[in-house]
């Protein structure tokens, strides 16, 4: 694998973004679960409740009670069968997606619930394995690992919106941003600069696109449509010469970017107003924030942080300022980003390993590995 040649402001500028990187209840409800029981069972009738994200691989939590809501232990059994797998735990694996009806019985009562069971979300991700970084997709069960960038140079740092997928590749030297379906196929070129292009972000609606480019030297903010053309920097009147621009993240309606900046001396998170070209912080402490994502809803945004010594993952309430810690780890927790249904996919280490994972902020400390095989993982991105 050819590495790609950096120059060396770039090393600093990466080296002064994450140096201090380096050291480093109730069971959640899908929001479109339909898996809650009647309120009021007629007499006899058992009562079935399902509580977990209803897509295929998860593993839910099955509970009955009769008329009086007294719990019972049912007899359980599932209509197609093939669906879903009952564990001796009192839970459920949902193998296939569908319509499944469960039945619950118990002496002379019965109680049925019919659960759709959906595909899992899918996300983009930079996977170095076999000597090769590439961009890889998968769904969050593990199903359909697809390989989508090819060559023999380093492609990282995916973004995705709709059927399109936006990298950075080094195969000509720098960085320069380029487009593949995400279904794969052909690699297009969007870039053409003697600067070095990076962390591409588009829009949820695909029709914007955030990245950051040395063309004045050091990593700078810019805006462009969604397949690359008219870029152009839109922080000149923000922060120094020298302070570094990183990791912009849209929110939700596309009118605003939360990014990173040295412009305070320390890596902080501020918020771009694009219509007003207005800056504002929003999270500036003496550790590095850094890595930013905005949330589906637009009241959070999630994080990376080294503020105690380690680093983790918090979010932050953009209008109240609250910072709440997500996960506490001796090893690093890294790289959020935010799901469309309001889970967090996140870049985990373990005893040295990197592993793909997700929570739900609603219920930070159940954590779900993503199956993806052996590999040096690194940025993940969500499919909007």
Known sequence: MRAPRLLPSRISILLAIYALMACSSDLPSDPDDNGGGDDNPAPGEIRIEVAGWLERGAV??????????????????ADPAELVEFL?????????????????????????????????????????RNGARDIYRVNLDGTDLVRLTSGTSDNREPTAAGDRVIFVSY???????????LAGGTETRLTTTGAHEAEPALSHDGKKLAYTSTA????????????GKNGSRVTTGFGFAGSIEAGPSWSPNGDKLVFV???QGTSDLFIYNVSSGTFTPLVTTDAPEVEPSWSPDGEWVAFASARNNQTDIYRVHVTSGKVEQLTNRAETDARPAWLPDGRIVYIARVDGATRLRWLDPNDPSTVHDIPVGEGTLGRVAAVW
């Open 60 to 77: 839910v939590a099955l509970s009955a009670t009769d008329d009086a809501g007294r719990a019972v232990q049912p007899e359980w059994s």
């Open 261 to 263: 900046s040295t412009a």
């Open 216 to 227: 004045s030297g050091v990593p700078k903010l810019w805006i462009a449509a969604g397949d």
């Open 171 to 181: 195969r000509h030297g720098n960085g320069e941003l380029y487009s593949v379906p």
């Open 88 to 128: 001796p735990s009192g839970q459920l694996r949902l193998v296939q997606t569908g319509k499944v009806t469960l039945t619950a019985t118990s002496g002379e009562s019965t109680g049925t619930r019919e659960i759709e069971i959906k595909a899992p979300p899918t996300v983009v991700f930079e996977f170095l």
